[in-house]
């Protein structure tokens, strides 16, 4: 759908309007990525805010992080506009917008080899960061360099939805991805997923590995 300035502003009125934080996070989200993709960039949403959409707001972010996941990004002024379109304040990469926080944090890191997962939004679909990413990379920021409480909930909610069979998680590519030369994590990874499938009492999936 095209953004003219009409629609925008309504956009951004019910965004401003949400009270639910993680239907917020989506509505701004969306908003965010048509207004983007119209100027030739798709942004994908990483890091806790993908997992807080993954498991529906069973992990509260509390702000919006993107990356890009095409070549090249918009030059730093047309950033500026664009976000100025939404009223932001701040920049050029650190956003205040509808009440919320939005970081756009560069070039998108990922190394599994499934899909990006897709969420439709109010005004338009939605790329989220893969969940077997999600998973080893919150694994690491919860062991290195030092113990992270926060990383590790966050980490565990993911867990949880996808031994659950809510989000569908490739587990083969977890431990190919937590094996790379960027993670080396294999070990954590195992010892988080055996520990909630346990809680759970539910089969865990390494024990085929």
């Not at 920049?91 to 970081?103: E, L, Q």
């Not at 005004?123 to 920021?141: A, F, I, Q, S, T």
């Not at 993911?158 to 031994?163: F, G, M, N, R, S």
């Amino acid at each position: 759908m095209h953004m003219d300035g009409k629609t925008i502003r309504c956009a951004l009125t019910e965004t401003s309007r949400e009270s639910d934080p993680t239907l917020k996070s989506l509505k701004l989200a969306s908003l965010c990525s048509a207004l983007w993709r119209e100027r030739g960039v798709e942004l994908v949403v990483v890091g806790g805010s993908a997992i807080e959409f993954l498991t529906e707001g069973a992990y509260a972010s509390g702000d919006l992080d993107l990356c890009h996941i095409t070549a090249v990004s918009l030059p730093i002024r047309d950033r500026q506009q664009v976000m100025g379109l939404l009223g932001a304040e701040g920049g050029p990469r650190n956003w205040k917008v509808a009440g919320m926080y939005v970081d756009l944090l560069g070039r998108a890191e990922s190394f599994a080899r499934t899909s990006y997962r897709r969420i439709e939004g109010p005004y338009g679909e939605v790329l989220v960061m893969k969940p077997e990413d999600l998973l080893v990379e919150r694994v690491l920021v919860s062991t290195y360099p030092k113990p992270n409480a926060t990383a590790r909930a966050c980490a565990r909610e993911l867990a949880v939805v996808a031994l659950d069979g809510v989000v569908k998680i490739n587990w083969a590519e977890v431990l190919r991805v937590s094996n790379l030369p960027q993670y080396r994590n294999t070990e954590d990874c195992k010892a988080l997923v055996r520990e909630v499938a346990n809680e759970l009492k539910i089969k865990n999936p390494f024990d085929s590995h």
